[in-house]
């Protein structure tokens, strides 16, 4: 056994310096709704833990000119209250509403949530459906990056040692966007996702689809952006017969593990499922923002 220091910096750029001087494991806190439950289990012991909660860049949500950022120590609750950001962006909210209980959502944020590299984060394929990039903060310097190039694998990610997350942005929408997130589950909540499908799309004035982005999650070892399965989508009026075609391209992008949740063949039948009835509803919300 070691002893732990707790540190609760005011600044973002001292939580960079407080991990950029750790000698042992240092670790970021927000929530804590998956770290502290990985200490207690004993399968991190960090050394340092460095709270983010108290940093106002990492807790705010700016809305600017229809761009939105919000702070990656943000809880999921605050997202799901805010009624112009849940207005702008209701898939994102599908994903947010669905982590844990109420009580989880008041401390859990999206930026712990990525962080944690589970294939079954919910509030990440909504994001890498809207096209959000993260700022990347650390010892050398700040860098944007989209956010699905973040998580790596299960429990990995991109950053180097001491890089926070500091922020998410989201672009401007066009007018007749919309999104949406589905998961299934086993159960009715409080579960993981067997699989999970953001979608994210924009219609013309005739109501051809002109953009997508599709994004699956728990299906492989990170959230999956698969842009074929857009494609199936754009130049389409999103009918029933390029909905057949952008699940065929979910299904097929599938790599899934077999579990007790459900076998490979399951996840990939599901997966395609899912996909046509989240692109389904982002229509419906497309249709009715004008
Ligand atoms: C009862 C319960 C139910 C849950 N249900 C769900 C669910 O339905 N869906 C789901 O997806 N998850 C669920 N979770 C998991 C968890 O709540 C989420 O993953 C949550 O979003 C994690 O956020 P956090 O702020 O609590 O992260 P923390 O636990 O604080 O951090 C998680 C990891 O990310 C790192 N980290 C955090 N923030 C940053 C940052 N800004 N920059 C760099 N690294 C960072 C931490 O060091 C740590 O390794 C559940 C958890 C519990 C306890």
Known sequence: ????????????????????????QARVLAGGTDLLIQMRGGRVDPELLVDIKGIPEMTSIV???GVFRFGAAVPCMELVEHEAFAKAWPGVIDGANLIGS??????????????????????????????ATVSVVGSNGRREV????IATGPGKTSLVRGEIVASFLLPRRPPRSGD????????????????????????????????????????????LLVREAAAALIGTKVDAEALQRMA????????PIDDKRGTKEYRIKVAGVMARRAAQIALDRARRKN
């Open 1 to 24: 056994m070691h002893e732990m220091r707790y540190e609760a910096p005011k600044t973002l750029a001292a939580a960079v310096s407080l991990l950029a001087g750790a000698s042992g």
């Open 63 to 65: 809305a600017d000119n």
């Open 102 to 131: 109420i009580q989880v959502r008041g401390r859990a944020t999206a930026g712990g949530n990525l962080c944690n590299a589970s294939p079954a984060a919910d509030t990440v394929p909504a994001l890498i459906a809207a096209g």
């Open 146 to 149: 989209p956010v699905e190039d």
């Open 180 to 223: 949406a997130y589905l998961r299934f589950i086993p159960r009715t909540e409080m579960d993981i996702a067997v699989v999970g499908a953001g979608i994210n799309l924009t219609l013309d004035e005739a109501g051809v689809c002109s953009q997508a982005r599709v994004c699956i999650g728990a299906v492989a070892e990170r959230a």
């Open 248 to 255: 065929a391209a979910v299904s097929a992008a599938c790599r």
